[in-house]
């Protein structure tokens, strides 16, 4: 079992930049694949970045260049660096988790992920 707290959302201008938390606990957080995933009202989650328990990473097209994910394996603690933020950026992002390997060639898939956070809110104002 893993618990996930996010934080670090609110809101900001297009173009500018916030950096999401997610505190875990519960389990050996190093064994987790993690990711962050967002949300608007009537759509399906998306993935948006995933690392996996070496480090390597994988991110959705749409922010591929812009937003930054990582891991304090030390301090239990995912984060997500979101730079030149857009409006279409604007969502609630929940981080989440699941034990193992990440299966990237599967792309970012809330359906492997069995660990959720209750999201945090990033608005991004044009």
């Known amino acids: 079992q893993v618990q996930l707290v996010e934080s670090g959302g609110g809101s900001v201008q297009a173009g500018g930049s916030l950096r999401l938390s997610c505190a875990a606990s519960?389990?050996?957080?190093?064994?987790?694949?993690m990711a962050w995933f967002r949300q608007t009202p009537g759509k399906e989650r998306q993935g948006v970045a995933a690392?996996?328990?070496?480090?390597?990473?994988s991110y959705a097209d749409s922010v591929k260049g812009r937003f930054t994910i990582s891991k304090d394996n030390a301090k239990n603690t995912l984060y997500l660096q979101m730079n030149t933020l857009k409006p279409d950026d604007t969502a609630m992002y929940y981080c989440?988790?699941?034990?193992?390997?990440?299966?990237?060639?599967?792309?970012?898939?809330?359906?492997?992920?069995?660990?959720w956070g209750q999201g945090t809110q990033v608005t991004v104002s044009s």
């Open positions: 989440a988790s699941h034990y193992g390997s990440c299966w990237f060639v599967a792309g970012i898939r809330a359906a492997d992920f069995d660990y």
């Open positions: 519960g389990d050996t957080y190093n064994r987790y694949c």
């Open positions: 690392i996996d328990s070496d480090g390597s990473t």
